[in-house]
């Protein structure tokens, strides 16, 4: 199988439970819930997406083969170091690619592999870590995962009805748009009356890393 692949890069996660740990990210192109194409944002499923992940232009995206992608994913990891590989395959959505083939050989390679997604196509077996955000009007069909992440505040989805969702971490993110000030307030709120939630920043946004 060739898979396209926007973008790999090397960064820290800035979100979430693994927020300030060194990542190879993994941008795989395509999602379910919207193009990535602007003409569509609209019409779309998912309309706040902050991220570009239409066509394979952007650093080191393509088609690779598994053993490629691989390859090419552990070459962005510091030479010597004795800390596994930690790839974050994410996207758009990745689940509409990533499957037992490319989990095993990025396994066979040391590697540790997380996954970022929406939560409405079934995972393959094998991934170490797994993060879902949900979006409205969307049916999920995954039932347990390491942590859930919700934007927030989004129309048509309130956080308690996913606590019957198996996790280690509940996060509330504020959403990143001209009301982010207004945004943030609201989760900390959130947070503060529903302890089972903790707040998500995008650290990467205000360090002004990728």
Known sequence: ???KIKEIYYTLQGEGAHSGRPAVFCRFSGCNLWTGREADRAKAICQFCDTDFWGMDGRNGGKYTAQDLV????SLWPKNSDIPYYIVCTGGEPALQLDTELIEEFHKASCLVAVETNGTLLLPEGIDWVCMSPKADT???LQQVDEIKIVFPQPGINPL????IKASHYYIQPMDNTDQVSNTNECIKFCLENPKWNLSVQTHKYLKID
């Open 161 to 164: 009805n996913f606590e019957e």
């Open 1 to 3: 199988m060739a898979y």
């Open 71 to 74: 390859i090419q994913c552990k």
């Open 139 to 141: 049916e999920i069909v």
